[in-house]
């Protein structure tokens, strides 16, 4: 398992490898990371980072929920809804549906709503990639077929690395495909690390602990494609000139989509290996920290004509830490912003 996922998850004093073993399937891991989730919210990071961040995510999320008016929502990725204010969402919209892989989080705070907002709210348990789980369930059949460690590790990694099957790509399973906001809520950076793994722990599970999916430390492109596909999807469903906010908390980028149909971005924060060093995207500009991929981010923002609402800096000094362990590729997550821009732009 990439050591980057493993160090975030003992972080929150678990185990992590021996969890991944007792689960049945992968949304029992979903299940657990946001049972984990919701009882430390902040995940080990210091208070003194983490409340200022989420106290100016929730505001990012509220600012670009404004540009949409009313009518439908969709949030994908809601987890445990701690980074977002649901209430205020169901207040605003005449229905918001929460779209996860784990049922249990959205459902907890579906409850936690006063009565008169709670049914306005519904959980949709899918995957929003539209695409990972069934890669993940042919890489699982494909595991249980193979009599050999090496020879299934290397047809898994072929299966990842494939490009998408015209089968695969399904339109998500939605009532209806018309909403006028759609939050991508986080769950880009983890799109891709959790199945990985977890096809990893299956490989050893099988063949033993020399086994594994790692190929000298290369990943898979499902990264991007999986990105590709959600952000298209989350696209094809939202109406004309709505709100698109797709945040990241490895590389953190807000996109909203206004009504006058040109994007904004909101804020971006990123950090090579995972790290979190940069929070700022003034005006195009760049303040002179470390960055990855920043120059693919301008280079599609500046097609949409951007205007910032703000910029962010986490106060990293007083909470006495630079760097946040996190998991996903920052450059990956903007190559795949940059070329659904790209599409967006070809039509
Ligand atoms: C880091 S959490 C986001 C934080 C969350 N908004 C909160 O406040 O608790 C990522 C969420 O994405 C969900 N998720 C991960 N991969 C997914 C996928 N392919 N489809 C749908 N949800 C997914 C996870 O279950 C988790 O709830």
Redesign the pocket.
Not at 79 to 84: I, K, L, T
Not at 99 to 102: F, G, P, Q, R, S
């Given at each position: 398992m990439d050591p980057r996922i493993l160090s975030r998850m003992n972080s929150w004093g678990v185990d992590f490898q021996t969890e991944m073993r007792k689960a049945k399937s992968l949304a029992e891991v979903?299940t657990l990371v946001?049972r984990i989730?919701r009882s430390d919210s902040r995940c080990g990071v210091p208070a003194a980072f983490f409340n200022p961040f989420l106290a100016w995510h929730q505001k990012q999320v509220g600012l670009a929920a404004g540009f949409s008016g009313n009518g439908r929502a969709l949030v994908?990725?809601?987890?445990?809804?701690?980074?977002?204010q649901l209430e205020c969402l169901a207040g605003r919209f005449d229905e918001v549906v929460l779209?996860?892989?784990?049922a249990e989080?959205p459902e907890i705070a579906r409850q936690r709503l006063p009565e008169h907002l709670r049914g306005k709210v519904s959980v949709l348990v899918c995957?929003?990639?539209a695409y990972?789980g069934r890669v993940v369930a042919r890489a699982e059949e494909a595991i249980g077929r193979s009599s050999s460690g090496t020879d299934a590790a290397a047809v898994v990694r072929g299966i990842l690395a494939a490009p998408p099957l015209e089968s695969d790509l399904r339109p998500l399973p939605l009532e209806s495909d018309s909403f006028s906001f759609v939050l991508s809520?986080?769950?880009l950076p983890?799109?891709y690390p959790l199945p990985i793994a977890w096809l990893d722990t299956k490989l050893k599970m099988k063949f033993g602990d020399d086994c594994n999916l790692s190929d000298g430390g290369q990943v898979p492109p499902i990264q991007l494609v999986a990105a590709l596909v959600h952000l298209a999807e989350a696209h094809r469903i939202l109406e004309p000139g709505r709100s698109l906010a797709v945040s990241a908390?490895v590389a953190y980028v807000t996109v909203a989509v206004t009504p006058d149909n040109r994007e904004r971005v909101v804020y971006c924060h990123e950090g090579p290996d995972g790290g979190l060093v940069l929070i700022s995207a003034p005006r195009l500009g760049f303040d002179g920290e470390r960055h990855v991929g920043l120059d693919l981010l301008v280079g599609m923002a500046s097609g949409f004509s951007p205007v910032f609402f703000e910029t962010y800096r986490l106060p990293l000094a007083e909470a006495g830490t630079d760097t946040i362990p996190g998991i996903g590729t920052t450059e990956t997550f903007i190559a795949a912003l940059h070329e659904f821009a790209c599409l967006k732009k070809n039509g």
């Open positions: 979903y946001n989730r994908a990725g809601p987890g445990n809804c701690g980074d977002f779209l996860d892989v784990d989080g995957d929003a990639s990972v809520d986080d769950v983890n799109i908390s």
